[in-house]
């Protein structure tokens, strides 16, 4: 499923809490976005048609709430960054981190952990 940029904002909103009107959506984006209301409300509308949300009624309004599981997202997002920059492999992606200085100490040792416990699982 492909979710723009936008519509990945009121995703990460709607992760994070939901139910929520679109009022109380444009309300969470506002000091982020300077989005209306009608924005919001289209941008849900989209979200609506691509199935990554579902809308009940409540009342005069309709409340929101994701369908499209945040880790399912990011796994997609993911795994099609690697395979159209980097060919499908990650060491490509740390290397060019490395050596445009993007990574911290701090990132630096949680990839060491994360290959010792990966070298760990492969014995």
Do not use: C
């Not at 909103?13 to 000091?31: F, G, I, K, S, T």
């Not at 997202?73 to 395979?83: F, N, Y």
């Not at 060491?91 to 760990?120: G, M, N, T, W, Y």
């Amino acid at each position: 499923m492909q979710i723009s940029e936008a519509e990945s904002v009121v995703m990460e909103v709607l992760w994070q809490r939901h139910p929520l009107a679109a009022e109380e959506v444009a309300a969470a984006v506002a000091d982020a976005q300077s989005w209306q209301e009608a924005t919001v409300k289209t941008l849900l509308n989209r979200l609506l048609n691509k199935g990554a949300i579902r809308a009940e009624k409540d009342g005069r309004r309709y409340l929101y709430a994701p369908v499209l599981k945040r880790e399912d997202w990011l796994l997609d997002e993911s795994q099609g960054l690697l395979q159209r920059l980097f060919g499908g492999r990650v060491a490509p992606l740390v290397a060019h981190f490395s050596q445009h200085r993007k990574l911290s100490r701090k990132d630096i040792a949680e990839l060491r952990k994360l290959l010792e416990e990966l070298d760990d699982d492969a014995r």
